[in-house]
């Protein structure tokens, strides 16, 4: 089994750090002068590889993503915001809560 494949089907504390330190390296204030141009490729590709569609966080690290100077960056954050099945989306009214609780941490305003 290789790495990632073990992260993918860690227990949730496990999966909750990883998605916390993903969200350190795309989504702090300075993660673009903290971190390197693959530091932030890496936790975007590892974000799609490693999390269902339909989870808030990670399509929340997408969106943040996307503004990035590097296309390369934008380019991967972009695939993981295109899914065919409606039904794998998450849900609407969890994605804007969890949205509005990030703006209220003032960590991405």
């Not at 504390?13 to 673009?32: A, Q, V």
């Not at 999390?51 to 954050?77: G, H, P, V």
Request: aromatic share 12%.
């Amino acid at each position: 089994m290789c790495m990632t494949n073990a992260f993918r089907v860690a227990n949730s504390p496990i999966r909750s750090e990883i998605l916390s330190l993903l969200l350190t390296i795309i989504g702090g204030k300075n993660s673009k002068r903290e971190y390197t141009t693959s530091a932030r490729f890496a936790a975007i590709r590892w974000t799609n590889y490693l999390f269902d569609f339909n989870n808030s966080t990670a399509r929340f690290l997408c969106i943040i993503a996307l503004e990035d100077d590097k296309i390369e960056i934008r380019e991967e954050a972009m695939r993981g915001l295109k899914h065919k099945r409606a039904a794998d989306y998450p849900i609407f009214s969890e994605f804007i809560e969890f949205i509005q609780s990030k703006n209220k941490e003032s960590k991405f305003s």
